[in-house]
């Protein structure tokens, strides 16, 4: 904007008004203002520079907006600014000069000097007010470089936000139709042996796809809420296995509140299953604990079975998980799967603790 938003104005006027006060002290110094013909001339003259001031670097600006200095490369800007300023200053001290003797604003020493050198003249007013202008500029120059790298960093740190929310979204929908699949699979093998079952099955899926669906428009759910939707996807997977497969709990109540990236405990359950209790013979046991350790949310998932490679390495489940937990918890939160023992598997998820 050539005119100016409101705030150039509100700091032109309290720049040059200082310069004014700063003149009119000067004067003060120098026991200038005890005479009133004197203290009159110096109030004018402090009045004229402050003006003359104001007028001559806003129509520096303009000239900066017009040519879109401030697009260019920083050096070239700082080249630009420098002469620009320079020429300026010329212009002001030429005008200085005009002005104030045409309107008697010189003193009678100022007026012999210039009846002796207007060279000397007008390059003493350009120099000083090259010294003012330069100021300015730098002032005005610094300004406009500091915002324009903050509102490159915050463009930045939306787009970083932006790709990460992307990310997390083609993560959600890889994790959906994947634990569908694996559903879906057990419930065909339940149709011809148990008609009853099958539907009963269903049922349970439905309830599991209507809760998946309402997590899914957040970015965490309370643990609370994350485990219904286990205890669900368990009592499916129990009407499969029947006795094969034991279930227990030991959750803390104080953790039951606390934030948990949607359908990813789910996942580490559902993987348990998939990948030990579905190759076990005798079946086995799948055990969920969670507790509060090093302010930590530690949550742990055990099942009966073998560690197998492609598990440790990393499947589409296990990349998937550590993937979001490194876009939402950059090194705050910890995910290892690993045998704890002979015959038992544990997976451990530790995420931040919310006060």
């Keep these: 904007m050539i005119i100016g938003k409101k705030h150039y104005w509100l700091l032109q006027l309290f720049g040059w008004g200082c310069f004014?006060?700063?003149?009119?002290?000067?004067?003060?110094?120098f026991d200038k203002m005890s005479v009133p013909e004197e203290r009159l001339l110096t109030i004018q003259r402090a009045a004229g520079f402050s003006i003359l001031g104001l007028l001559m670097?806003?129509?520096?600006?303009?000239?900066?907006?017009?040519?879109?200095?401030?697009?260019?490369?920083?050096?070239?800007?700082?080249?630009?600014?420098?002469?620009l300023t320079l020429?300026?200053?010329?212009?002001?001290?030429?005008?200085?000069?005009?002005?104030?003797?045409?309107?008697?604003?010189?003193?009678?020493?100022?007026?012999?000097?210039t009846n002796k050198s207007l060279i000397l003249i007008f390059l003493n007013n350009s120099l000083a007010w090259f010294s003012y202008f330069i100021i300015w500029s730098?002032?005005?120059?610094?300004?406009?470089?500091?915002?324009?790298a903050q509102r490159e960093q915050i463009d930045n740190?939306?787009?970083?936000?932006?790709?990460?929310?992307?990310?997390?979204?083609?993560?959600?929908?890889?994790?959906?139709?994947?634990f569908i699949f694996n559903a879906l699979n057990g419930i065909r093998a339940m149709v011809d042996e148990n008609p009853q079952r099958a539907r009963t099955a269903i049922t349970e899926l439905s309830n599991i796809l209507r809760s998946s669906i309402n997590i899914d428009k957040s970015e965490t759910v309370p643990l609370t809420e994350e485990l219904?939707?286990?205890?669900?996807?368990?009592?499916?997977?129990?009407?499969?296995?029947e006795d094969r497969?034991?279930?227990q709990y030991d959750i803390e109540d104080k953790t039951t509140n606390q934030p948990v990236p949607p359908m990813m405990l789910q996942m580490l359950v559902e993987n348990a299953i998939k990948h030990g209790i579905s190759h076990e013979i005798n079946g086995g046991l799948v055990k969920l604990s969670a507790s509060v350790v090093d302010n930590l949310l530690d949550l742990r998932v055990e099942n009966t079975g073998q560690l197998k490679e492609r598990q440790e390495g990393g499947g589409f489940g296990i990349m998937s998980i550590q993937e979001r937990l490194?876009?939402?918890?950059?090194?705050?939160?910890?995910?290892?799967?690993?045998?704890?023992?002979?015959?038992?598997?544990?997976?451990?998820?530790?995420?931040?603790?919310?006060?």
Excluded at 74 to 80: D, E, K, R, Y
């Design 245 to 247: 497969l034991i279930i």
């Design 57 to 83: 670097t806003h129509g520096l600006r303009i000239v900066l907006l017009k040519l879109k200095v401030l697009s260019k490369k920083a050096s070239t800007q700082i080249w630009i600014f420098l002469a």
């Design 20 to 29: 004014f006060l700063w003149h009119i002290f000067g004067a003060w110094s």
């Design 157 to 178: 740190l939306k787009l970083k936000s932006h790709i990460k929310e992307l990310e997390l979204k083609t993560i959600k929908t890889h994790i959906n139709p994947h």
């Design 138 to 148: 730098a002032v005005y120059f610094i300004y406009h470089y500091v915002s324009a």
């Design 228 to 241: 219904n939707i286990i205890k669900d996807y368990l009592a499916l997977e129990q009407m499969r296995f």
């Design 326 to 355: 490194k876009l939402m918890y950059g090194n705050n939160a910890l995910f290892e799967i690993r045998q704890s023992s002979s015959n038992t598997v544990t997976a451990i998820l530790k995420l931040p603790v919310t006060l």
């Design 87 to 113: 020429l300026t200053s010329c212009v002001a001290g030429i005008v200085e000069m005009i002005v104030y003797k045409s309107l008697g604003l010189l003193s009678k020493g100022e007026i012999l000097i």
